[in-house]
């Protein structure tokens, strides 16, 4: 997780002091900022997340000289373990709406700003926005998607009768599903660089 989403926050300036055109501009800036505090709290997320797969590597490390009698209770842990990661995703998502819920406050500020060029700027700032919040909804779906195949995979360890092929085989398709979450945590990288670089462009307006 820390490699996925470490970094990928809009960063925060505040910013004060502007003449008139820029004062309007400022009002949206500083509406718009609040995503950025309420995104702060995705780094406890993240902390925990970190916790929860060094937990599953210690699991998963233990299956290596587990006995056929001791596979069942590491089985077990396994899942429960999957599922307190599938629950810091959905905390993820919360603040991440959250985020969008600030971000949709902010929009009421951009019919006020009379300078065009200005206005135009802040609206795509919006824009950019609304495709970064997309792309990381495609990621956590990706993430999920890989959590439900690692929890099948896990509960099949725990299962009588279990054939080393049918362990081989999942464990394929699981990589896949590990490309496609890279693939969409990459995308999620971008579109972050791109709202914190028309962000840049604003401030060097305000800051005039």
């Known amino acids: 997780m820390k490699k996925l989403l470490g970094g990928l926050l809009i960063f925060s300036v505040v910013l004060t002091g502007c003449s008139s055109d820029e004062d309007e501009l400022m009002d949206f800036y500083n509406a718009f900022q609040e995503t950025v ?6 780094g406890d997320v993240t902390a925990r ?31 429960e373990n999957t599922e307190a990661r599938v629950a ?17 406050t902010s929009e009421q500020y951009i019919s006020k700003i009379s300078n065009e060029s200005n206005q ?43 054939s080393q092929d049918e362990v081989d085989e999942r464990l394929n398709n699981l990589n896949e599903e590990y490309q496609q979450v890279q693939e969409d945590a990459q995308t999620f990288s971008e579109q972050t660089e791109n709202v914190n670089e028309i962000k840049r462009e604003i401030e060097s307006r305000i800051e005039g």
């Open 37 to 42: 505090e309420v995104e702060k709290e995705i």
């Open 49 to 79: 997340f970190d916790e929860l797969e060094a937990e599953k590597a210690e699991l998963q490390e233990s299956l290596e000289t587990a006995s056929i009698e001791e596979l069942p209770e590491i089985s077990a842990d396994l899942v």
């Open 88 to 104: 810091q995703l959905d905390e993820e998502v919360a603040i991440m709406a959250e985020s969008r819920s600030r971000m949709e």
């Open 120 to 162: 135009e700027q802040a609206q795509s700032l919006v824009d950019a926005m609304k495709e970064r919040y997309s792309a990381h909804g495609e990621m956590i779906g990706s993430y999920k998607t890989v959590l439900e195949s690692e929890r099948s995979i896990f509960e099949y360890l725990g299962e009588e009768d279990i």
